[in-house]
């Protein structure tokens, strides 16, 4: 007789650990489980950070990430991968055949190329893997600005990019407008080769620490809340998990001397003044 499986979905993360606990691993699990879903967290990097910047990257090995994510694998159910921190240009080999060998699980793939106090993640190398091996393989591509300039440097607008990476095998992109000089923040979805919308949300004063990983985690929560991904769902999940975020990012708090973080469990409680 069959293991009787939970009905919580299970989303595998694919992503480093913050010791600050306000981005990576730690920002997909609390998402996860704000969104009523089962983590289950591999780690592709160990790093040295603050709420200031990343102060030291170390890869984990692909052979590691593989066996983790495969014990999960031949264990749980998992509805969808998302992806964080990389680490390496090898393990973005690795996890390009752990994707190839599960085609029918949708993947949320969040290019963090640069940490949010500046220190670069990815060399040219590791960009240029993410390029030919995982973007073909990606459902939604959550770059924020900055991160769809550098994977499609050919292009001159943000359109432009857009349909670059769109052109590489991403189903849809969602670039992000939090970099730019406006006075909303709009993020605009791509897909079938052409614009498809674009969110405005108030812009908040501060900085913080995790907001890509937080819009990127909840927009895999909900896809695997959904059951079978289809245009529909995938569109409501990706306007839902702005929302979420919003309102994560306008509850957040003060933990350490730098970025604020995202109280991804604003909705427990009353809002908390700094």
Not at 33 to 57: E, W
Not at 62 to 72: D, G, L, R, T, Y
Not at 83 to 93: K, M, Q, R, T
Request: proline residues 8%; contains cysteine.
């Amino acid at each position: 007789m069959p293991p009787a499986f939970p009905a919580i979905p299970v989303v595998m993360t694919l992503a480093g650990n913050d010791p600050s606990g306000g981005a990576g691993l730690a920002a997909d699990i609390e998402t996860l489980v704000s969104l009523g879903c089962h983590p289950a967290p591999v780690v592709t990097a160990l790093t040295v950070q603050d709420t200031h910047n990343v102060k030291a990257l170390l890869p984990v090995s692909p052979e590691q990430i593989i066996a983790q994510a495969k014990a999960v694998l031949e264990d749980m159910p998992v509805a969808v991968f998302k992806i964080g921190v990389i680490g390496s240009a090898d393990n973005a080999s690795a996890l390009y055949d752990l994707l190839r060998a599960h085609p029918g699980i949708p993947v949320v793939f969040d290019p963090v190329l640069a940490a949010g106090g500046g220190t670069e993640l990815a060399n040219l190398t590791l960009v240029e893997a993410i390029q030919t091996l995982l973007l073909p393989l990606t459902t939604v591509l959550t770059p924020n600005s900055m991160e769809a300039r550098r994977l499609a440097p050919e292009a001159d607008t943000l359109e432009a990019c857009a349909m670059a990476l769109l052109a590489r095998g991403c189903q849809y992109v969602l670039i992000t407008g939090g970099h730019e000089a406006t006075p909303e923040v709009v993020n605009t979805l791509y897909g079938n080769n052409r614009l498809l919308e674009a969110h405005r949300w108030p812009r908040l004063p501060d900085s913080y620490h995790g907001s890509g990983c937080t819009l990127a985690a909840a927009i895999a929560g909900l896809l695997a809340q959904g059951g079978e991904p289809h245009a529909d769902l995938l569109r409501s999940a990706i306007h839902r998990a702005q929302d979420y975020t919003w309102h994560s990012l306008q509850a957040g708090y003060r933990a350490g001397g730098g970025q604020r973080l995202p109280d991804r469990l604003f909705w427990t409680h009353s809002r908390r003044d700094a």
